[in-house]
């Protein structure tokens, strides 16, 4: 009677195991293969990890995608998914070639996360599930959200731009191979002696140093546009979109805005020289302030160029810390301004004060009031 019993109750427990789903096996393992993404920070945690993965063998597969609490998927360059807690995601590789183009034969899959580690998240390639073991068309509901996100073209633009401004550049050094030192070398930031001697107001704007000032304001308005890219603010209400020629329209004529604030801050200064009786000072103030201009500008566009040419994620950190850096500087430079015309006139300290606040401090808090927004 027992033998009876237990060949019946192995007889059922045959048919169980013949009539359950098998399980899909796993058909690559991505999870040692894990690169992990600098930060933006030199000191800081991996700011993701990345891996590419075959989309030409075993079309039927699977991806089971492990994904920490608050990190984001990113297939090539499409926002698949954010997890807001701890997710396996099961994304048939269909679904992948119905978005990307079927010439490459990889993708690139980057799981973002600061301070993610290897072993929180795993990528497998695994065999086609049962009928029925889940909804396979469930991934593509939330894919046609993400699908027709535009590429950032900023980055782009920026190295564009710079390398438009480097061929200028070279030619005007070429043209005039003098002007890039006077402007560039800190050491004549302390003495502005050669632009006094013989000089006057009518004959201060040479073709060379027009052309120098279209530069400057070239390479400064790309710096104001990358910053309110980065920082999200809208200059002067401007709000930025990501079209090519929208950056290059707002490129160029910001820079013909730059180009007439400066001749309208030459002739500021020109009122407030005659005002304050010290007449002539006008150019080597003015010349002062370029050269302060110059090499500031030419250190945050370096910065930047640094930062986007290693994709920083928190270049944001580094603009704000310079920014900071070059209103100290300026403040630093006004003091400097100080010293030199305390020395080359007679001018009482009061004086002195009221006309720096009027030339340089008033002017820059309603330019910068107006940038901010």
């Known amino acids: 009677m027992n033998s009876k019993v237990q060949l019946l109750g192995l007889f059922f427990l045959m048919n169980l195991l013949a ?9 690559e393992n991505y999870d040692e293969r894990f690169s992990l993404l600098p930060s933006g920070q030199f000191y800081d945690r991996p700011a993701g990890i990345q891996v590419s993965v075959d989309r030409a063998s075993f079309p039927l597969s699977t991806f089971h995608i492990q994904m920490p609490e608050g990190s984001t998927l990113f297939i090539e360059h499409i926002l698949w998914l954010q997890a807001d807690a701890d997710t396996l995601l099961k994304l048939p590789l269909k679904d992948i070639n119905a978005v990307l183009p079927l010439d490459d034969s990889t993708a690139e899959f980057t799981l973002y996360k600061k301070g993610i580690r290897a072993e929180e998240a795993s990528i497998r ?38 390398f438009l401004l480097m061929l ?28 006094t001697e013989g000089s006057s107001f009518t004959k201060f704007f040479t073709n060379a140093l027009l052309y120098y000032l279209l ?24 709000v930025l979109i990501n079209d090519m020629n929208h950056y290059f329209f707002i490129w160029i004529a910001g820079t013909l805005l730059l180009m007439a604030a400066s001749t309208l801050k030459v002739i500021w200064l020109r009122i407030s020289t005659y005002v304050f009786d010290i007449a002539k000072f006008e150019i080597p103030h003015f010349l ?19 930062g986007l040419a290693n994709e920083y994620h928190a270049i944001e950190d580094f603009v704000i810390f310079f920014l900071k850096a070059f209103f100290s500087c300026y403040i630093l430079a006004l003091l400097v301004l100080g010293v030199l015309m305390r020395k080359r006139l007679s001018f009482k300290n009061y004086h002195l004060f009221s006309y720096i606040c009027t030339s340089e401090l008033i002017p820059f808090l309603v330019i910068s009031r107006l940038l901010i927004g």
């Open 19 to 27: 009539g359950a789903p098998a399980f899909s096996q796993v058909l």
């Open 168 to 195: 200028l550049g070279a030619l005007f050094r070429m043209i005039h191979p003098v002007v890039f030192p006077l402007f560039l070398n800190p050491r004549y930031l302390i003495s502005s002696e050669e632009f």
């Open 215 to 238: 530069l400057l304001n070239m390479l400064l308005m790309l710096v104001i546009i990358t910053i309110s890219k980065v920082l999200s603010v809208a200059p002067i209400g401007l």
């Open 288 to 306: 002062y302030i370029l050269r302060v201009l110059s090499l500031s500008t030419l250190v945050i566009t370096c910065v930047m160029l640094i």
């Open 125 to 162: 390639k695994m065999g086609p599930n049962p009928p029925g073991l889940y909804d396979q068309g469930s991934s593509q509901g939330f894919l046609g959200d993400y699908a027709q996100r535009e590429r950032d073209v900023f980055p782009e633009f920026f190295f564009t731009s710079l």
